[in-house]
């Protein structure tokens, strides 16, 4: 079991920015994808921003430009810098962290995991 725990949400006026934290119990050298999403009231949770373990990172085409993703292996940690926001950036925003094992066997196997964090609401609002 992975325990993630996400800070840093608020409430911030248009054009604002807020940066989103996420620690995980797992040491980040061994989670390849780590990465945020968020979900808004009355909409389904959609991916903002992913990140490998080399370092890409992905973007949603409404998060390019304006957030950033990145990671801290050594610290376990993965982070998402939110500016110049806006009122449809409202929602609660998840992070997610995903890898795989190679267990021996017999026969050797590959055993996927994945976790959520509880969420944290950024709000944005004048």
């Known amino acids: 079991q992975v325990r993630l725990v996400e800070s840093g949400g608020g409430s911030v006026q248009p054009g604002g920015s807020l940066r989103l934290s996420c620690e995980s119990s797992r040491s980040a050298h061994s989670i390849h994808t780590m990465s945020w999403h968020r979900q808004a009231p009355g909409k389904e949770r959609e991916l903002v921003a992913a990140?490998?373990?080399?370092?890409?990172?992905k973007y949603a085409t409404f998060a390019e430009g304006r957030f950033t993703i990145s990671r801290d292996n050594d610290k376990n940690t993965v982070s998402l810098d939110l500016n110049s926001l806006k009122p449809e950036d409202t929602a609660v925003y998840f992070c997610?962290?995903?890898?795989?094992?190679?267990?021996?066997?017999?026969?050797?196997?590959?055993?996927?995991?994945?976790?959520w964090g509880q969420g944290t609401q950024v709000t944005v609002s004048s």
């Open positions: 990140i490998a373990d080399d370092g890409t990172a």
């Open positions: 997610h962290v995903y890898y795989a094992e190679l267990t021996a066997g017999p026969p050797p196997d590959i055993k996927h995991y994945d976790y």
